[in-house]
């Protein structure tokens, strides 16, 4: 395993991370909580100390698993949870993966914060992540100063934002950076579905000129192949690596997905079209290279600099050694990057209707 600093901070973690969404909240599958904690002490065990939770995976769950895994070894492991979602009030409400109302006043965020401390059993809470905001919450200042404060308390170490909780929120992740430049932001990013994150990337490396510019004033953004260093501090924690499974290389036109799988809801073009674009990747695996694909969807990930970790959604011991084994083989050379780059261009070569987005994806241009 290798580590990063997260900038502007001492916080050393492993490249590959631990997502708990898949192993708390029944969408990949069920797992009892011995299940659960064999599976982290077996990522502890291959180098991974970054385990991140959300006190609404589970209602509770995914933090209440960590102490149940790594007692006594709290200074060996980095904790990121994220707070927003009002699960205390409004669990009933839940239905499937559909979204219970937030709350992000400084009473409840100060309220949600002591409350995963003690599920944590911990005394500090090392990246606090405010959980799929929107506009409103980037603007408001009082929801920033509330981190401050904690921060200043020690009840958290650093702190951010995750956007979600599908793929877009193009402006709200832009704005975030540049107006609040936080620690950390957690984003849905990889090799097959680059757009908007290479914009929120985009982001870090120069300040926009007034607060309503668009993503059109930011410098161009190649991944990996940056020649100029980020201007702003934000590090990105990096989820959905592998395009929902499709890029672990092991889906066929025949994989059918359980009725309670969150990838049972995806159309069948998905599924097709996204077998049709992982062909034009088969240069990056193979015996010359030594890589999987999914080992390949981790490398490239991981050239961008301003990629502090990767949270792939593990679920079992053989695909967790696969991942973890990443960064061991053979770096995603220059030459791979620049044909990654043609080939996105060209939508991997196949033709489909515009992706839908959620979030904040086009700003009206104010006249200056």
Not at 38 to 66: C, H, P, Q, W
Not at 210 to 238: C, N, W, Y
Request: glycine share 8%.
């Amino acid at each position: 395993m290798k580590y990063r600093t997260i900038r502007k901070t001492n916080l050393k973690v492993s490249e590959v991370g631990f997502g708990l969404w898949t192993v708390s909240t029944g969408w990949w599958g069920q797992f009892t909580d011995d299940q659960a904690v064999a599976l982290m002490r077996k990522a502890f065990d291959l180098g991974v100390t970054l385990y991140d939770a959300a006190d609404t995976y589970g209602n509770g769950r995914s933090e209440e698993l960590i102490p149940k895994a790594f007692e006594g070894k709290r200074d060996q492991i980095v904790i990121a949870t994220k707070v927003g979602y009002d699960f205390y009030n409004h669990a009933a409400e839940r239905k499937g993966q559909r979204e219970i109302p937030q709350d992000f006043s400084p009473r409840f965020l100060r309220f949600a914060v002591d409350e995963a401390l003690r599920r944590l059993k911990t005394d500090r809470i090392d990246i606090l992540q405010l959980h799929n905001i929107h506009e409103e919450q980037v603007k408001d200042d009082a929801i920033w100063s509330t981190l401050e404060d904690l921060q200043k308390e020690g009840k958290i170490l650093a702190s951010g934002a995750a956007l979600g909780p599908a793929i877009g929120w193009m402006y709200e992740g832009v704005d975030c950076v540049q107006q609040r430049n936080p620690i950390i932001l957690q984003h849905i990013y990889n090799l097959l579905e680059q757009f908007p994150g290479n914009n929120l990337h985009a982001a870090t490396y120069a300040k926009l000129p007034h607060v309503d510019a668009t993503v059109e004033d930011l410098p161009e953004f190649k991944h990996g192949q940056m020649t100029i260093e980020p201007q702003l501090d934000t590090s990105f924690l990096i989820r959905v690596t592998h395009s929902s499974g499709m890029l672990e290389g092991k889906y066929t036109e025949n994989t059918v997905f359980p009725p309670e799988d969150h990838r049972s809801h995806r159309p069948r073009s998905w599924l097709i079209n996204g077998l049709q674009k992982i062909k034009t990747l088969e240069f990056l695996t193979g015996k010359e290279t030594g890589r999987t694909l999914g080992q390949a969807a981790l490398q490239w990930l991981l050239t961008e600099k301003t990629v502090a970790s990767c949270l792939p959604n593990i679920y079992d011991a053989e695909q967790l050694t696969e991942f973890c084994k990443a960064v061991d083989q053979e770096p995603i050379s220059q030459a791979e990057l620049s044909r990654i780059a043609e080939l996105c261009a060209d939508n991997f070569g196949v033709k489909e209707e515009r992706g839908k987005y959620k979030g904040t994806m086009e700003r009206e241009v104010v006249e200056r």
